[in-house]
Structure formats: structure tokens, C-alpha cells
């Protein structure tokens, strides 16, 4: 079939909107009609370079739509069903995915960093020639064929827009928060970066009973969508931010600090902004081949613990139906995250938006 999707081609070069083939989904696979694709930082890796991948490749790792057609062997899911789409999927049967780790499952992910289906093929091509999928998913297309155990089903009272939310940014954030650190009532949090995965972390950290939720960005506008997700204080980064972080928690630190960015220099910040004995969790993924100084001494003299969550060490079967029931219950606002939505012809403009920092998540849907 044919689809009309957004291409990368090079780094520096804008998203080309083109129409591919699709190929029908093989054994185990599922096709989606995509409703609704969120822009993420981790796709805009590819266009800085940042993230290096097989091209030319369609982005969009974090979609929902419907299912309109499976494969040979495909028996969890069926045709009309709503799935969020997870670009995690996992096997169930492995080490990680038997000690409840299924984020760290290792089965998806030669496949899924070649572009490919577990095949070693791929379903989308362009005159003949091969076409990567992004993640496992490449959602920045009407249609996209995926691994069945990316695909999770949620309620159709929950709306496609924010079952995307949910498959990446949400997920992320607020499992990083509840996961991850395992907050504590009462505890005081610092956010470094208030896109959306920064929002959902302060949206988790509010659910989990934080008394202090500050929120740090370099746009002002971000400020007051922080507050409106939950953020006590808010901060402007800048060579202040970590005496104005101990200022507001009794000279300490922040019991917890989380890096929501993926720049080893913040990464650095936020180990000097948490209190002894704190936690600082890593959230956002830094550039291929980057490194982060972290001092060995300071780490051991002061108790300070550093670590990284995956995809907010979620389990996707058990929490985007979760999340979901919250967000229904009125406990997660994530309709609110949805600053604008977008064509898929306008998507370099959606992309600019998020740079211009002026938005919470903005949404590419599709009629």
C-alpha cells in the first residue's frame, strides 16, 4: 500500500514528506493506522546527529492508533483495536523481562537500532529501495507496520492523542518519577528541562506526594506551564540555579534531582544540586559518544547515588493501561501536555516549535 510519511535523510537536512510503500505485515507484525505521532526530542537527535541510524528512515516513536490488519500469528491484539505504540516491546521470556526489567529486554534491540523488522528486512521502501523504521515504529507515516508487542491496547474512551502521549513522554516522565525514584510524600524534587518528558516527571512527582517540585528551563515561557503541571518553584538556568535549589530546601539540596535534557554539562549540575544522601536520575539521552564528570570523591564522601532510567523502567503491558486509568480519574493531566497539533506537512514547523520552547508537547495527527 502506499503511505505518506516524513523521510530523514542527513543531518541538517528538514524532514521530507514523500509516499513510500508499505508492505503487508509479515508473521508477529500488526498494521496501524497512526492517529496521532508526538514530537520528541529523541527524534530530533537524528536531525542534529546526535543519534546515528540507518537512512534514509521515517522517525515517530511515539504514536497510537488503530489496528487495521495482523499478520500470521498475531493473537494479542485485533483489527479495531486502539494501541498506544511502545518503542520498547519486549520479549517476556528473557532475564530482564523475568525480573519485571522489560525496558532492558536485549531481544528487539539489534533489529530495532538496524531499522529493521525481526527479519532483518524492512516494510517500507521507495522505489524499490529499502526505507528504516525509527524505533520499531516510524509513526511519522498515516500507516506503519510494527512488532505485535509494541502495540498495547488501551479503552477507546481514551483519546488517540493522549494514548500517544502516553507511549513515550508520559511514560517516560512519570515512571521516571514513580519507577525510578520511588518519591517520597513529603520530599522535595528539582527538574532540569520542561518539555514534555520534564512536565510528566513534575505531573509524576505532584501524583507521588512532593511537597517541593521545582521546575528549571532556559525559556521563561516554560514557566508557567510548569506551575500548571505541579512545579512549586521555577527556576531560569544559570550559574545561580543550584544555590537557588539549596535556598529553597534548607541549604541541602533537593532529595531528589532529575535531568530531563541529555547534556552532561546539566548532567554535572544536578549532581551538585542534590542534597547527600540524594538521588539524581538521568533521564534524558545524551549524544552518541559524549561523556559525563562526575566526581568519584564527591559521590563517596557524600552518599549521592546516580542512575539511569530507560523508558521510565516501565513495564508498557501494566503501565500505559495505568496511566491511562489516571489520566481518566482526573490524576494525570495529560490533555493539557497537547500545546498544538499539527499536519504532517507542517511538521519542521511543529519541529520549531518545540526548539522555540513556547510549547508543552506538540502532536502531528492524522485525518
Same mark, same amino acid.
Given at each position: 500500500?502506499k503511505v505518506k510519511a516524513a523521510v530523514f535523510y542527513e543531518p541538517g537536512v528538514p524532514l521530507a514528506i514523500e509516499t513510500l510503500d508499505l508492505a503487508a505485515p509479515g508473521p508477529g507484525e500488526v498494521l496501524v493506522r497512526v492517529a496521532a505521532a508526538g514530537v520528541c526530542h529523541s527524534d530530533w537527535h537524528l536531525m542534529t546527529g546526535a543519534t546515528r541510524h540507518a537512512t534514509?528512515?521515517?522517525?515517530?516513536?511515539?504514536?497510537?492508533?488503530?489496528?487495521?490488519?495482523?499478520?500470521?500469528?498475531? !493473537?494479542?491484539?485485533?483489527?479495531?483495536?486502539?494501541?498506544?505504540?511502545?518503542?520498547?516491546?519486549?520479549?517476556? #521470556?528473557?532475564?530482564?523481562?523475568?525480573?519485571?526489567?522489560?525496558?532492558?529486554?536485549?531481544?528487539?534491540?539489534?533489529?530495532?537500532?538496524?531499522?529493521?523488522?525481526?527479519?532483518?528486512?524492512?516494510?517500507?521502501?521507495?522505489?524499490?529501495?529499502?526505507?528504516?523504521?525509527?524505533? #520499531?515504529?516510524?509513526?511519522?507515516?498515516?500507516? =506503519?507496520?510494527?512488532?505485535?508487542?509494541?502495540?498495547?491496547?488501551?479503552?477507546?474512551?481514551?483519546?488517540?492523542?493522549?494514548?500517544?502521549?502516553?507511549?513515550?513522554?508520559?511514560?517516560?516522565?512519570?515512571?521516571?518519577?514513580?519507577?525510578?525514584?520511588?518519591?517520597?510524600?513529603?520530599?522535595?524534587?528539582?527538574?532540569?528541562? #520542561?518539555?514534555?518528558?520534564?512536565?510528566?516527571?513534575?505531573?509524576?512527582?505532584?501524583?507521588? !506526594?512532593?511537597?517541593?517540585?521545582?521546575?528549571?528551563?532556559?525559556?521563561?515561557?516554560?514557566?508557567?506551564? #510548569?506551575?500548571?503541571?505541579?512545579?512549586?518553584?521555577?527556576?531560569?538556568?544559570?550559574?545561580?540555579?543550584?544555590?537557588?535549589?539549596?535556598?529553597?530546601?534548607?541549604?541541602?539540596?533537593?532529595? =531528589?534531582?532529575?535531568?530531563?535534557?541529555?547534556?552532561?554539562?546539566?548532567?554535572?549540575?544536578?549532581?551538585?544540586?542534590?542534597?547527600?544522601?540524594?538521588?539524581?536520575?538521568?533521564?534524558?539521552?545524551?549524544?552518541?559518544?559524549?561523556?559525563?564528570?562526575?566526581?568519584?570523591?564527591?559521590? =563517596?564522601?557524600?552518599?549521592? =547515588?546516580?542512575?539511569?532510567?530507560?523508558?521510565?523502567?516501565?513495564?508498557?503491558?501494566?503501565?500505559?493501561?495505568?496511566?491511562?486509568?489516571?489520566y481518566r480519574r482526573g490524576l494525570l493531566d495529560l490533555g493539557r501536555l497537547i500545546s498544538r497539533t499539527y499536519p504532517l506537512e507542517q511538521i519542521n514547523e511543529a519541529y520549531a516549535d518545540m526548539l522555540g520552547g513556547e510549547i508543552a508537547r506538540g502532536l502531528i495527527v492524522f485525518p
Amino acid at each position: 500500500m502506499k503511505v505518506k510519511a516524513a523521510v530523514f535523510y542527513e543531518p541538517g537536512v528538514p524532514l521530507a514528506i514523500e509516499t513510500l510503500d508499505l508492505a503487508a505485515p509479515g508473521p508477529g507484525e500488526v498494521l496501524v493506522r497512526v492517529a496521532a505521532a508526538g514530537v520528541c526530542h529523541s527524534d530530533w537527535h537524528l536531525m542534529t546527529g546526535a543519534t546515528r541510524h540507518a537512512t534514509p528512515v521515517v522517525p515517530g516513536h511515539e504514536g497510537a492508533g488503530v489496528v487495521v490488519g495482523v499478520g500470521p500469528g498475531v !493473537g494479542r491484539v485485533r483489527v479495531g483495536d486502539n494501541v498506544a505504540l511502545s518503542w520498547a516491546p519486549s520479549c517476556g #521470556a528473557c532475564f530482564y523481562c523475568l525480573h519485571d526489567r522489560p525496558s532492558l529486554c536485549q531481544t528487539y534491540v539489534g533489529p530495532l537500532w538496524a531499522g529493521t523488522m525481526m527479519d532483518g528486512t524492512t516494510r517500507l521502501s521507495h522505489d524499490g529501495r529499502p526505507v528504516y523504521h525509527f524505533s #520499531a515504529l516510524a509513526c511519522f507515516a498515516d500507516h =506503519t507496520v510494527v512488532p505485535e508487542e509494541c502495540c498495547v491496547v488501551l479503552d477507546k474512551d481514551i483519546p488517540l492523542t493522549v494514548a500517544a502521549l502516553i507511549g513515550c513522554a508520559v511514560t517516560t516522565g512519570v515512571g521516571a518519577a514513580l519507577n525510578t525514584a520511588h518519591i517520597r510524600p513529603g520530599s522535595s524534587v528539582a527538574v532540569f528541562g #520542561a518539555g514534555g518528558v520534564g512536565l510528566s516527571i513534575i505531573m509524576g512527582a505532584k501524583l507521588a !506526594g512532593a511537597s517541593r517540585i521545582i521546575a528549571i528551563d532556559t525559556h521563561e515561557a516554560k514557566g508557567d506551564i #510548569a506551575q500548571a503541571f505541579g512545579a512549586t518553584d521555577v527556576l531560569m538556568a544559570g550559574p545561580e540555579t543550584v544555590g537557588a535549589i539549596q535556598a529553597l530546601t534548607e541549604g541541602r539540596g533537593a532529595d =531528589t534531582v532529575f535531568e530531563a535534557i541529555g547534556l552532561p554539562a546539566v548532567q554535572e549540575t544536578c549532581l551538585a544540586a542534590v542534597r547527600p544522601g540524594g538521588l539524581v536520575v538521568l533521564v534524558g539521552i545524551s549524544p552518541m559518544g559524549s561523556a559525563t564528570n562526575l566526581p568519584g570523591a564527591l559521590i =563517596t564522601r557524600q552518599e549521592k =547515588t546516580v542512575t539511569g532510567t530507560y523508558y521510565g523502567s516501565a513495564n508498557p503491558a501494566r503501565d500505559f493501561p495505568l496511566y491511562a486509568g489516571l489520566y481518566r480519574r482526573g490524576l494525570l493531566d495529560l490533555g493539557r501536555l497537547i500545546s498544538r497539533t499539527y499536519p504532517l506537512e507542517q511538521i519542521n514547523e511543529a519541529y520549531a516549535d518545540m526548539l522555540g520552547g513556547e510549547i508543552a508537547r506538540g502532536l502531528i495527527v492524522f485525518p
